[in-house]
């Protein structure tokens, strides 16, 4: 432990033939890894552009004057989509963290809060997105609430809320019960309420463990929020549909997969960098 | 050897009367009854299995009694109509496995109960943290997360997090079996400390060492009962009980 790696060290014969040796084999596995990608890649490209409709299918999903054209549009449909997908995150938190809290009230006195918690989260992770999208869509707006929108924008984000609630309220729920039982035990005896050991001691550590499966949930959303155009609402897939109608041309649809590509791919690359950076290294050493 | 129930007043801080509580069919607590005075030591002692740790938990409140009174500084604690959470402020717990919190330095670990519960202000929570840090020999790790700490230092902060709020009795359960052995003298007399600076203690252990040059009473815990009590020099010198030979002889093989 006192000694610190000084820089006189040389390494030994054995070892920089040990270190010799496994960089020649990292060399040679990265270009059989290399190698065998470019042939997949080329096998199944030299297929699909040797197939008899592919010239057909290049005109329709691949001309670049329809993706300029369109572009515009859909982008503008995308822009929908983010403000969608960050108003709705927001409030999938508030209310699944609140289910999830419900459910992990123990004692007899929260049996009801338990059971509306367990209740909400079986019919809705049970509903199809779709269903809850199209049952909402269509029938809020027909009940005339007083003080509620009749949009579809509305109801279609609330649909998006209570569906992906149903999961991430699971998630929370798991985070906060893998909060060991000392936790709670250390609060209590220090005289915090429930309420406060819950704010203070578990939901802080529970919320660390689940964020890389939020950020998951939050990619999913990010491309779910496209649904919401079975409405009518035009966002980039609806903006993308109504181009198509044009000249059907379907290059309209290519530019939005794109489009949601460059938002998720990005997010869903930070989630792997910050589960990595919150991932166990040591005790398993190398392996 | 049963104390009986009295209504006059006693000098007592704390005091079980036939205190019974048992988890399903498991009976861990029989008939209690144990008093300490302030500034007293007490020490639990007996196998594992034998009730100490729930003893202790059951008058912290963190257990709800099947049966008996625990009266604490005069008021019957184990009343369902007490406010637990009040009653939890004036007493310090310290765990066998520390239970610091991960997510917090170890100031904002020791300053927590002093903000959120005693409504000190940051500042004051701060500066009595820090003193109190001090006093257990690390202040030059505030800002340190406890899993960076040794056992030991980590076993410190947590007796500090109990202390700092001034609580009437301390309550340690098993708090060096978690330790290396080479640690444990350093949490043991941080303990001697707190005894000879008139803190009130109630605690279990396997140190019969400790027991012996600290404790003003040992109780042998067997079976959920008390069945030998009194000074140190008695019951681990020369035990009237069978049982509690066997077990001393047992633990010193």
Known sequence: MSDRVGTAWQPSEVQSERDEWRRRR?????????????????????????????????????DWDKAVSSFPAVLEGLWLNIRVMALC????????????????IRGPVAFPL????????DIFRGLPLLLVIFLLGFGGPALSLSGLPTSALFWGCAALVLSYSAYVAEVFRAGIESVHPSQRLAGRSLGLTYGQTLRHVVLP????????PLMNDLVSLQKDSGLIAVLGVVDAIR???????????????????FLFCCLTIPMARLTDRYARKKGYHGAGGHL | MRTPVDSTPSTDLLRLDRVRKSFGDHLVLREVDLSIEPGQCVVLIGASGSGKSTL?????????????VITFEGRDITDPRVDGDEVRSRMGMVFQAYNLFPHLDVIGNVTMALRLVHGVKADEAR??????????GLAAKAQARPDDLSGGQQQRVAIARALVANPRLMLLDEVTSALDPELVGEVLDLLTDLKSEGVTMLLNTHEMGFARDVADQVCFLHDGRIHE??????VLGDPQEERTRTFLSRIRA
Not at chain 1, 89 to 104: E, G, N, P, Q, W
Not at chain 1, 114 to 121: D, F, H
Not at chain 2, 127 to 136: I, K, Q
Request: contains cysteine; proline residues 3%; aromatic residues 6%.
């Open chain 2, 229 to 234: 009590r009194g000074r140190p020099e008695q």
């Open chain 2, 56 to 68: 202790l938990r059951c008058v912290n409140l963190l257990e709800v009694v099947d049966d008996g």
């Open chain 1, 26 to 62: 990292t060399i040679r596995s990265a270009a059989i890894a290399a190698g065998s990608t470019l042939l997949l890649l080329g096998v199944v490209g030299g297929a699909v552009v040797s197939s008899p409709g592919w010239e057909r299918v290049k005109e329709t999903y691949f």
């Open chain 1, 239 to 257: 903006a993308a549909q109504i181009e198509t109608a044009i000249d059907f041309n379907y290059t309209p649809y290519v530019v939005a997969g």
């Open chain 1, 89 to 104: 995150a927001v409030l999938i938190v508030v209310l699944s963290l609140t289910i999830a809290i419900m459910r992990t």
């Open chain 1, 114 to 121: 338990r059971l509306v918690g367990t209740a909400y989260v």
């Open chain 2, 127 to 136: 500066s009595r943290g820090m003193a109190m840090l001090e006093r257990v």
């Open chain 1, 205 to 212: 550590q529970a919320w660390r463990r689940v964020i890389p």
